[in-house]
Structures are given as C-alpha cells and as structure tokens.
C-alpha cells in the first residue's frame, strides 16, 4: 500500500514568489494535516482539513493557506515567501482526526 | 506555541543500553500521545502511541510510560541498537492539533 506522498521532494524559490505543495493521504485517510519543520526543532502544526473542511489552524501567517480536495489531497499555498519560509514541509494522514497520523517524505523548500 | 517540552536535547547510548527520552505537557485536554523517530531527511515515522488512561505501553523494544498527574510521559529503548540512532520526538495531540516535543538526537555507539 502507498503511504503519504508529497510533491515536489525540493524546491527552490526566491524571495516574493508563490508556492503550492502537494500531498496524497494514503487510502481511506480523510484527515491531513501541514507541518513546518525548520533544521533542528520539532514540526510546528500549520492546518488541519478532515472532510474537505479546514478543522484546526497553527499560529502562522495568513500568508499560508491549504484546501483539500474531494479525493482527500491537499494542496499548501504559501504567497510572498520570506526567507525564513525556508524549512522541510511535512504532510501527515489520519483515517480521522486525533487518530495515528503518518507522516510523508517531505518537501525540501529553500528560498534564496 | 511550544506546549511540549522534551529532554534531553541529546543521548549517547552503548548498544544494548536502555535509552530513555522524556516529555512534559501543559494542557490536560491532551488525549493522545505519540512519539516518532526521523531519520535526516525524511518524514517523522510513528513508533508507538498511548492514549492517557493507560499507565505503560509495550511494543517491542519500545515502552511508554504515561504519568498523567505529573503530566509526563517517556519512551524507553530496551537493547538500543546503532540503527536505533535517529531524532526521537514526542507529541501531544487534541483531535486537530498535534504539538511536537523540540526532540532528541539519539547516539547508539557500537
């Protein structure tokens, strides 16, 4: 069985661009969650969405933004990158919030 | 945002050592607790899980102690093995929001 996939594995972005991050929850999962993980600390939560529905937001900026769609991916938008948006990107699915989540590869984004 | 604090920040253990990670939590409306080892460049990978009206979960070579009127929890590495060497995090989590321990680095030396 496939696990989480995210795509692109790394990017690299200046300054002022736009993003978007993908993610594939594995089968049956209908919750994904977005984390930011910056070198050497733990994921920081960015948002949840169960049902197509955001369910939970971290404390970032509006600069950040996420949908699910009705096949359960999601996609992470982030808009005028700064560089401090540089960090590994994680997606997480659970068949139901508050549930086991299982965590993707990661999208390696660097700005410059 | 930090609600979870994890030690030791790092952990040099001889194989076959026991390795022991702890974690500490504010909020009591927590309900679930999860720890996961990272490896460098890959996503965390879910290790075992406890939820708070159980004392001690065993898999393996891995146990979680839970202590919910101390509010603490810790992972315990029996017989730790160099390819045990990864980031450990612990995690506490309500229904839509999963905060992350800062984790540990976890040395097995042969």
């Known amino acids: 069985d496939a696990g989480v996939t995210q795509s692109p594995t790394h990017l690299i972005k200046t300054r002022g661009q736009h993003v978007t991050l993908r993610c594939s929850p594995i089968s049956g999962h209908k919750s994904v969650s977005w984390y930011q993980q910056v070198l050497g600390q733990g994921p920081q939560f960015i948002f949840q969405?169960?049902?197509?529905?955001?369910?939970g937001r971290g404390n970032f900026p509006d600069r950040f933004s996420a949908r699910q769609f009705p096949n359960y991916s999601s996609e992470l938008n982030v808009n005028a990158l700064l560089l401090g948006d540089s960090a590994l990107y994680l997606c997480?699915?659970?068949?139901?919030?508050?549930?086991?989540?299982?965590f993707g590869q990661g999208t390696r984004l660097t700005v410059v | 945002q930090q609600q979870v604090k994890q030690s030791p920040q790092s952990l040099i253990v001889q194989k076959g050592g026991i390795s022991i990670i702890n974690c500490a939590y504010e909020?009591?409306?927590?309900?679930?607790f999860p720890w996961y080892q990272q490896f460098p460049g890959k996503g965390p990978a879910l290790l075992i899980a406890i939820r708070p009206d159980v004392s001690e979960k065993k898999e393996g070579r891995f146990t979680i102690s839970f202590n919910k009127s101390a509010k603490q929890f810790s992972l315990h590495i029996m017989d730790s093995q160099p390819g045990d060497s990864a980031t450990y995090f612990c995690a506490a989590t309500l229904l839509h929001d999963m905060r992350f321990g800062a984790g540990t680095r976890l040395t097995v030396k042969p």
């Open positions: 997480a699915s659970s068949p139901t919030p508050g549930f086991e989540a299982f």
């Open positions: 969405y169960y049902e197509k529905e955001e369910r």
């Open positions: 909020n009591t409306a927590f309900d679930y």
